[in-house]
C-alpha cells in the first residue's frame, strides 16, 4: 500500500491494507440521528457557497510527521477567505496508535479524522457508530457531493449497512489505469548514492552476488561519509509488526504473485522470497548492515540521508525527497538515483504498487462534529474539482497564473517548490501540502513537469507500476476471531523478522522461519487466510461491478 506511504506534501502513494471487507452494520445509529435535520440544499451547485461565515473545524491527522498549519500560508489562506472554514489540525505528538486509541476510548472524536484506511481504528469508529454516514450527510445537507464524488470509490467504501463513512485520497480505480496509467508512478524504488555507485563501476544488483559484492565494494571504497561510518543499506524502520522494505517492497521486487490460479498465494514462503532474506541475513553477518537501521526511527533516517551515509536504500522515494534537494543543491552528483535491485532468478522486471482504489489515507466525519452541513459542505468542496484546485495551485494572480491556455505556477513559487519543499509549504501551501482529499489524477492536469532530482526515480518506475487494487481491504481487522488472529501474526512477524536477519547461519535461519511457521499457524493463519480469500473474491465482483 502497502503502498505503505507519501510524505510531507509529495505526490505519491504508498501502499496498503483495509476496512471494508466483513464490515457489519454498525453505522445504522449514526444514520438515523440525521433523519429529523432540515436542508435547503440542492444537486444543482455546491452547498458552501450559500454560507462563508467563519466556522474553525477540528481536524485529526494520524500522522506525527505532519509539520504544517492551516492559515499561515496563502493557500490555506485564500481557501479560508473563499468558504469561511478555518482548520485546527491535532497531530500525535509521539506515538500514533497510543493517541488514536486514547481517543476511541474516550468515545469522542473531533470534527473530522483522516488516518490511513488499513488502520483497524477506521472499522473500530464505523462499528462503534463514532462517524457519520457521508451518503446520509450528503442527502440531507448537499447534495452535490453524489454528483462531484467518483462512483467508483463511493461504491469501494460502501460498507454492509448501505453506507459510506470515508473518503479516500490519492485513490485510482481500474478505470483510472485506463485513462491515467502511463502517468502513474510507484513509490518502491531501490536507491543507490549516485557518486558511489558510478564509482565502484555501476554494478548489476539483480543477483544476491551481485548485490553483496556491490555493498562490499561500496563499504571498502568509502568506509567513512564526512567522519561518519558509511551505512551499506538502509530500510524503513522496524516496527512491531515488520518492516515495509522486507515485506511488499522486497516482495514486489521479486515479482511475486499474489495469487495462483484464483487462489490466494503465501507470498512469505515463496522460495525467491527466502533466497532474497538469506541474503540479506548474510549481508549482516558480513558486516555490510549497521546495528543503526535495526532502531532508527524517521526523523534519525532523514538526518542521515541528508547527510549522504547510505550507499542504497530499499525505500520509498517520497519520503526522503526533501533530503534529496538538499543533496542536489551542494552537490547533484551525491543524489540517490533509482536502479535495478533485487530481482527473482529469472531476472523479472519488478511488480511494483501503483495507486490503488483505496488511495493512502481516508476522512471521516465525527458523529460529534459541531456543525453537520458545513463539515459536509465542506468535504464536497475539497474532493470536488474546484477543491482540488484551489489546493493544488493556490490562488489565480498570485500563485499562478495561465500560460498557453494551461494553469503554471509564477517562476518564483516554482523554484522554491523545485529548491525547498518546507519553506514551499510554509510560504505557499499548495502543490497538495493539504493532501487529506487530494485527487492524483485530477492534479496531474496542473502538475508542473518533474525536475531533478524526482523526476529520475519517479520515471524508473514508470512501466513497472501496476494496480492491486483487488487485494486491498482483505486483511481481517476489529475484534473477530480472524482480526484478533492477524493482529496477532502481525506481532509474530514482528519478532521474527530481525531475528531472521541477524541469525548466524542458514541453518539457525531455517529454524527460526519453521518455528514462525508454525506460530502462526497456532495463531490461526487458516482462518485468516480462508478470510481474505473470501474478501479477495468479494473485491473481484466488487471491481466488475463498478467497471461494466
Known amino acids: 500500500m502497502n503502498i505503505r506511504k507519501w510524505q510531507k506534501g509529495l505526490l505519491a502513494v504508498m501502499l496498503l ?3 471494508l471487507a466483513g ?8 444514520a438515523t440521528e440525521l433523519k429529523d435535520e432540515k436542508t435547503k440544499a440542492t444537486a444543482d451547485a455546491p452547498g458552501w457557497k450559500a454560507d462563508t461565515e467563519p466556522i474553525t473545524f477540528d481536524w485529526y491527522l494520524n500522522f506525527s510527521w505532519f509539520p504544517n498549519k492551516w492559515g499561515t500560508d496563502m493557500t490555506s489562506k485564500y481557501v479560508t477567505q473563499k468558504t469561511g472554514v478555518s482548520v485546527n489540525f491535532i497531530v500525535p505528538a509521539g506515538n500514533e496508535n497510543e493517541k488514536l486509541n486514547t481517543m476511541l476510548a474516550s468515545g469522542k472524536l473531533p470534527d473530522f479524522v483522516t488516518l490511513s484506511w488499513g488502520e483497524d481504528a477506521v472499522k473500530k469508529m464505523i462499528e462503534g457508530k463514532m462517524v457519520l454516514p457521508l451518503n446520509k450527510l450528503a442527502e440531507k445537507y448537499d447534495p452535490y457531493l453524489l454528483k462531484v464524488a467518483d462512483p467508483a470509490k463511493m461504491s469501494w467504501y460502501r460498507q454492509t449497512d448501505g453506507n459510506v463513512y470515508g473518503y479516500p485520497n490519492a485513490s485510482s480505480s481500474p478505470q483510472d489505469y485506463q485513462k491515467y496509467g502511463q502517468n502513474f508512478v510507484s513509490n518502491q524504488t531501490f536507491m543507490v548514492r549516485k557518486d558511489m555507485y558510478e564509482a565502484i563501476g555501476k554494478p548489476d544488483m539483480r543477483t544476491p552476488e551481485g548485490f553483496l559484492k556491490a555493498l562490499q565494494k561500496a563499504k571498502e571504497k568509502f568506509p567513512e561519509v564526512n567522519g561518519q561510518p558509511l551505512i551499506p543499506i538502509g530500510f524503513h524502520e522496524f516496527t512491531d509488526n515488520g518492516n515495509y522494505s522486507f515485506e511488499d517492497y522486497l516482495l514486489n521486487f521479486l515479482a511475486i504473485p499474489h495469487e495462483k490460479d484464483g487462489k490466494l498465494y503465501d507470498r512469505r514462503s515463496d522460495e525467491e522470497y527466502i533466497r532474497w532474506l538469506k541474503t540479506f541475513r548474510q549481508a549482516n553477518e558480513q558486516g555490510l548492515i549497521a546495528k543503526d537501521v535495526f532502531i532508527d526511527k524517521r526523523p534519525q533516517m532523514e538526518e542521515k540521508v541528508a547527510q549522504g551515509r547510505y550507499f542504497a536504500m530499499l525505500y520509498q522515494r517520497s519520503d526522503f525527497a526533501t533530503q534529496q534537494v538538499t543533496l542536489h543543491a551542494k552537490d547533484p552528483n551525491s543524489v540517490y538515483i533509482a536502479v ?13 504498487a ?7 489515507t481516508v476522512t471521516l ?15 464536497t468542496y475539497l474532493i470536488s474539482e474546484e477543491g482540488n484546485r484551489d489546493l493544488y495551485l493556490g490562488e489565480q494572480g498570485k500563485l499562478w497564473d495561465p500560460v498557453n491556455g494551461k494553469p503554471a505556477f509564477k517562476p518564483e513559487v516554482l523554484e522554491l517548490l523545485n529548491k525547498d519543499r518546507s519553506a514551499f509549504d ?3 501551501g499548495a502543490s497538495s501540502t493539504f493532501w487529506m482529499l487530494m485527487d492524483t489524477n485530477m492534479s496531474l492536469q496542473w502538475a508542473p513537469p518533474s525536475v531533478e532530482p524526482y523526476k529520475q526515480p519517479e520515471d524508473w518506475t514508470k512501466g513497472k507500476t501496476h494496480s492491486f487494487s483487488q487485494y486491498e481491504n482483505i486483511k481481517p481487522t476489529g475484534t473477530s476471531a480472524e482480526g484478533i488472529a492477524s493482529g496477532q501474526i502481525d506481532k509474530i512477524w514482528g519478532k521474527a523478522l530481525p531475528k531472521l536477519l541477524l541469525a548466524s547461519s542458514d541453518e539457525e535461519f531455517d529454524q527460526l522461519f519453521a518455528r514462525f511457521l508454525e506460530d502462526r499457524r497456532k495463531a490461526g493463519y487458516d482462518k485468516v487466510l480462508a478470510y481474505q480469500q473470501k474478501a479477495y473474491e468479494e473485491n473481484l465482483k466488487k471491481i466488475e461491478e463498478f467497471t461494466k
Do not use: H
Not at 464490515?23 to 449514526?30: E, K, L, Q, R
Not at 535495478?340 to 511494483?352: A, H, M, R
Open 17 to 19: 491494507i483495509g476496512p
Open 23 to 30: 464490515c457489519t452494520s454498525g453505522g445504522n445509529g449514526a
Open 340 to 352: 535495478d535491485g533485487p530481482s527473482n532468478s529469472k531476472l523479472e522486471p519488478p511488480t511494483l
Open 354 to 360: 501503483g495507486p490503488g482504489i483505496s488511495g493512502w
Open 365 to 379: 466525519i465525527s458523529k460529534d462534529v459541531k456543525d453537520k452541513e458545513r463539515a459536509i459542505e465542506f468535504l
Open 426 to 428: 510554509k510560504k505557499y
